[in-house]
Every structure is written in structure tokens, then in C-alpha cells.
């Protein structure tokens, strides 16, 4: 049996605004080997999300649609940004990076999300949307 991927959202606290209310994480080998490919670009619209647990860069081979890509810390706190990445394309390694949250295109710029703001991640344990 396939265990269900564990949700939840992600909050940037800085500027009081949601990148991703559907936020699904992608912590074991498999689901960060995977990623976002074979989504479909009607399947990743505002408000999803994917939070790659650990990840310190990505690349949009396969992916048939751009994301915005936020490099987090070990503390949450924005150490890079990449914006309306293309298919196709390799992002750049952070070292200081601990995770990766990919979001839809034009959402960092439509939260305002800049280099150290602060985000909040809340995951649930069982599967279900985080409360």
C-alpha cells in the first residue's frame, strides 16, 4: 500500500501572506527523485506547493510548466529565490540552503517574498491538511 504524502501550507510571516495553502512534501527519496514531474500545469495552480525536505537546488527537466523556487535555511528564513524558472533548466546550488519550496509561477512576486523573510511551514502527521 502507497502511503499517502504528508500536507499542510506554508506561510510567509514577513508579509503576512500564504504561498501555498495545499503544500505537499516531499521527504523520502522517491518523492523528491519525483517531484513536480508528470503534474500537470492545471494540477499546480495558486495556492499549491511542493516542499522538498532536504534540498539545497532543482531542475525542471521533464516539467512541462515554469514554478517559482524559495531556498529555505534551517531556521525558515528565504536564503534565495528564482522566479518563473522555465522547463528545462537547472536552478543553482545554495549551500546554506536546508529545503526547497516550489511554488507556481509569479507567486513570489505576488506575496512580496524577498531574501530573509521568514516562513512558517505546518505539516499534519497523518496525511490530512494541517490545522
Known amino acids: 500500500?502507497?502511503?499517502?504524502?504528508?500536507?499542510?501550507y506554508a506561510f510567509n510571516r514577513t508579509r503576512q501572506a500564504f504561498l501555498a495553502s495545499d503544500l505537499t512534501v516531499a521527504d523520502t527519496h522517491w518523492a523528491?527523485?519525483?517531484?513536480?514531474?508528470?503534474?500537470?500545469?492545471?494540477n499546480f495552480t495558486s495556492g499549491n506547493g511542493l516542499w522538498i525536505v532536504p534540498c539545497q537546488g532543482v531542475h525542471t527537466l521533464g516539467m512541462r510548466f515554469a514554478i517559482d523556487v524559495i531556498y529555505l535555511d534551517a531556521?525558515?528564513?528565504?536564503v534565495h529565490i528564482e522566479e518563473n524558472v522555465k522547463p528545462w533548466r537547472i536552478t543553482p546550488v545554495r549551500l546554506r540552503a536546508a529545503t526547497v519550496l516550489e511554488v507556481?509561477?509569479?507567486t513570489i512576486w505576488e506575496?512580496?517574498?524577498?531574501?530573509d523573510d521568514v516562513i512558517e511551514i505546518h505539516v499534519s502527521k497523518n496525511g490530512a491538511a494541517a490545522a
Open 1 to 8: 500500500m502507497q502511503e499517502q504524502p504528508r500536507k499542510g
Open 32 to 42: 523528491r527523485f519525483r517531484g513536480l514531474l508528470g503534474t500537470r500545469r492545471e
Open 75 to 78: 531556521d525558515m528564513k528565504v
Open 104 to 106: 507556481p509561477p509569479h
Open 111 to 115: 506575496t512580496g517574498t524577498t531574501v
